[in-house]
């Protein structure tokens, strides 16, 4: 408390000049922010608004580059079960060794204690908590309970969910086989990526495989529940954890393209499908 409230004063006293992808590392401008909404901020995250802490943190580590007057905020937040604020600092935790002790005895109990308040509405941390009990970071590898978070984030609608799960539920790991279930998330997984991209050779190549073992009735039963996913997708009663075909992060043309060519893609998978079958 004693350091946010020098910072405070800090704050009123002095005029104020977000594996692929890293959410600690990503460097972004154009963050500044009046004094006054800046004191405004402080006030209530001083009064334990963990979205307005977690906006400070935002701002001292992105825009002003101040490592040692983030982290008190990103606590703040944290404390606050802000769901954001408690996945990043557990990312800190457990692969940059931060302070953990005020949380509990060890980083792995601190981490997971983090991870699991913060998967009950953040989908990236329902993964990271359930790839953490798939490597064994909290002592023996648990299948069971990283099969139950990869289920949670799937059923949020995060892509690497659908991605893990859909393997978990085909080979039985930590839970009984359902093939059934697995060519579902394993579809899904393959409607919003353009078919030429690396990531999305690799899913078409996993469907096909997850789903094979299928009958012609079940595959249309998955067909059906898939496409009235992708129809609240599109009239936008889902939303998804990643814009599809990156859409927004790449030139419009390209996701148009990538968007049709699924299209394609999933319209000629089918009729081999139903030509293939007796």
């Known amino acids: 408390m004693k350091v946010l409230t020098v910072i405070l004063a800090l704050f009123v006293l002095t005029s104020c000049h977000r594996s692929g992808e890293d959410d600690i590392a990503r460097h972004s401008h154009g963050m500044d922010r009046s004094r006054e909404d800046l004191n405004r901020l402080v006030r209530l995250a001083l009064e334990g608004d963990g979205d307005a802490a977690y906006q400070l ?7 002003r580059h101040d ?8 606590r703040k937040a944290a404390a606050a079960r802000n769901a954001e604020a408690q996945r990043i600092l557990a990312r800190l935790i457990r692969s940059y060794g931060y302070e953990h002790a005020e949380l509990a005895p060890t980083p792995q109990e601190a981490v997971r204690l983090l991870l699991s308040d913060a998967c009950r509405n953040q989908s990236n941390a329902c993964c990271e908590i359930a ?7 909290f002592g023996a590898p648990d299948s069971v ?16 969910c ?12 930590g839970g009984p086989p359902d093939t059934v ?8 997984d393959t409607q919003f990526v353009d078919p030429r991209s690396v ?28 496409d009235a996913f992708v ?28 968007r049709t060519l699924a299209r394609k893609r999933e319209a000629a998978y089918r009729a081999s499908v139903r030509a293939s079958s007796p």
Not at 57 to 63: A, D, N, P, R, V
Not at 145 to 160: I, T
Not at 234 to 257: H, M, Y
């Open 67 to 74: 490592e040692k007057a983030s982290i008190p905020w990103l």
């Open 162 to 173: 659908w991605n893990k799960l859909a393997v978990y539920l085909y080979e039985g790991k």
């Open 231 to 258: 129809d609240g997708v599109n009239t936008g009663r889902v939303q998804l954890d990643t814009p599809p075909f990156l859409a927004g992060s790449i030139d419009p043309k390209l996701a148009d393209e990538g």
């Open 181 to 188: 279930g697995a060519c579902y998330w394993a579809s899904l």
């Open 57 to 63: 943190y935002i701002y001292e580590s992105l825009e």
């Open 131 to 137: 790839l953490a009990f798939e490597e064994g970071y």
């Open 145 to 160: 309970a990283a099969r139950r978070y990869f289920l949670k984030g799937a059923q949020m609608n995060d892509a690497m």
């Open 199 to 226: 990531a999305g050779t690799e899913l078409w190549t996993a469907r096909e495989r997850l789903c094979s073992p299928l009958s012609p009735s079940a595959i249309q039963a998955v067909w059906a529940q898939v």
